[in-house]
C-alpha cells in the first residue's frame, strides 16, 4: 500500500532523542528553547511558544486574544475540528462563514457581513498548506480591532506576498503531529510578534507561571508544554523542511500537469502571490469525472494507493455543535467540495515510480 502520509524518522532522530533521554533532562529545557529560536527565524517574528500540539497552541492563542464567554470568532467550516473546539472550550462562540472556491480557505469578502458587537478575532486556516487571503483579512481585523490568528498547522514554510506563514496574523499556530510536514510526534508552535501576547500565551501554556520566580503565578494556565524529546525530534525535523517542501512541490507539479488534462478532475489552485506548501494534494472530483469521489477512493485503494478525504463533513453540521443552530444549506460552497475533495499521497518518502504509478492509474480511468 502506498501510504497517504508516513513520518520520517532517520538515524539523526533517533541519535538526537536518545541524547536527551540519557541527559536526563527531560521536560522544557535547552532542547525547547533552542527549538523556539529557530521557530521565530523560520517565520521571521519576535516570539514562539512550543506547546504540547496544535490544539494547544490554537487554545492557548485565542487565550492570549482575551477570548472571554459568549465573544464571537469568525472562522471557517472547511477545516479540522480543533480551532473550533478551542473557541468553544473557552466560552467562545465559532461564527462560520463559507470559503473561496480557488483556494477553499475562507472568504474575505463574507466577514463583514458576519461582524456583531460580540465580534473578537478571526481565525483562518491555511488548508491544505497554502495561505488564506491576509491582506484582506487583516484590514478587516485593524478596522474593527479583532485579533487575527493564522492556523498554520498545515502551512509550515509557506508564503504570503513574500511573507513566512507564521507571520501573517497577530498569532500562528503550528502543529508538529505525526502527519505534519515536519513532526515531534506530537507537537505545537506559537509565534508572534507582540510581546503582550507572547507573554500570555507562554504563561499559559505553564500554569500562568510569570518567567522568572517559582510559584509567581500572573493568570489562568495549564500543562501544554513541549517536551525534550519532542524538541529535540523537530530541531532534526526542521532542518530538513526546505528539501522536503521542494519535494512536495515537485511531485504536485507533476500531479498538476497529468491531472489537469482529465475531465471532471479539479487540481489544486494557486491564488495570487502566495506559495503552496502541499501538506495535503487534494483533487475535486466533480460529476463530470467518470466514477464518484468514493468511488475513485476505492478504485485507488485496490490499486495499493491509499486516499483520504479532508474533509468529509463541514464543521457546522457535526451534532455536537447543533446548539449553535446551523443547517445544511448555510454555506453551499464547503457543503459542495466536502462531497469533492480527495487527498493523493503527496508525502516526501514516495518513490518516483509510485507517483508515476498513480498518475498512471487515474489516467487509466
Ligand atoms: C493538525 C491540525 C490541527 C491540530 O493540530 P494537533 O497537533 O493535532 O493538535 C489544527 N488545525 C489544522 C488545520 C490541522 O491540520
Known amino acids: 500500500m502506498i501510504k497517504i502520509a508516513e513520518p520520517i524518522i532517520k538515524k539523526a532522530e533517533i541519535s538526537a532523542v536518545t541524547k536527551v533521554l540519557q541527559s536526563g533532562r527531560l521536560a522544557q529545557g535547552p532542547q525547547v528553547e533552542k527549538l523556539e ?31 472571554k464567554p459568549r465573544d464571537e470568532v ?107 510536514n515536519i513532526t515531534a510526534g506530537e507537537g505545537g508552535m506559537i509565534t508572534t510578534n507582540q510581546a503582550r501576547l507572547f507573554q500570555k500565551a507562554k504563561r499559559f501554556s505553564n500554569q500562568g507561571l510569570g518567567l522568572r520566580k517559582p510559584y509567581d503565578y500572573h493568570q ?49 489552485s494557486l491564488a495570487p502571490s502566495r506559495t503552496h506548501v502541499y501538506h495535503q494534494y487534494t483533487l475535486r472530483v466533480t460529476p463530470a469525472f467518470k466514477l464518484s469521489r468514493d468511488q475513485l477512493a476505492r478504485f485507488l485503494a485496490k490499486k495499493g494507493i491509499e486516499t483520504r478525504v479532508h474533509y468529509p463533513l463541514p464543521l457546522h453540521l457535526y451534532p455536537h455543535l447543533k446548539e449553535l443552530g446551523y443547517k445544511k444549506g448555510d454555506f453551499p460552497m464547503a457543503e459542495k467540495v466536502s462531497q469533492e475533495v480527495l ?23
Open 37 to 67: 529560536h529557530e521557530f521565530s527565524r523560520l517565520c521571521r517574528v519576535k516570539y514562539a511558544v512550543a506547546v504540547s500540539s496544535g490544539t494547544s497552541a490554537l487554545f492557548a492563542g485565542l487565550y492570549s486574544l482575551g477570548l
Open 220 to 268: 489562568l494556565g495549564l500543562n501544554l508544554r513541549m517536551t525534550e524529546m519532542q524538541a529535540a525530534l523537530a530541531l532534526v525535523q526542521l532542518k530538513r523542511l526546505k528539501k522536503l517542501t521542494r519535494k512536495r512541490q515537485l511531485i504536485s507539479k507533476e500531479y498538476n500537469q497529468s491531472f489537469s488534462q482529465i475531465k471532471g478532475l479539479i487540481p489544486p
Open 74 to 180: 469568525i472562522t471557517t467550516p472547511f477545516s479540522f475540528m480543533a480551532g473550533v473546539n478551542a473557541i468553544i472550550l473557552l466560552g467562545g462562540r465559532p461564527v462560520f462563514i463559507d470559503i473561496e472556491e480557488q483556494t477553499l480557505n475562507l472568504d474575505p469578502a463574507k466577514i463583514k457581513p458576519a461582524l456583531t458587537a460580540r465580534t473578537k478575532a478571526i481565525l483562518a486556516v491555511n488548508l491544505y498548506g497554502q495561505p488564506a487571503d491576509y491582506q484582506e483579512i487583516n484590514q478587516i481585523g485593524r478596522k474593527y480591532r479583532l485579533g487575527v490568528i493564522e492556523d498554520a498547522a498545515q502551512s509550515i514554510g509557506a508564503e504570503y506576498k513574500k511573507r513566512p506563514s507564521g507571520s501573517l496574523a497577530d498569532l500562528g499556530c503550528f502543529s508538529l503531529y505525526a502527519s505534519k
Open 343 to 365: 487527498s493523493l499521497p503527496v508525502h516526501p518518502l514516495l518513490k518516483s515510480q509510485e507517483v508515476k504509478y498513480i498518475i498512471k492509474t487515474i489516467n487509466k480511468i
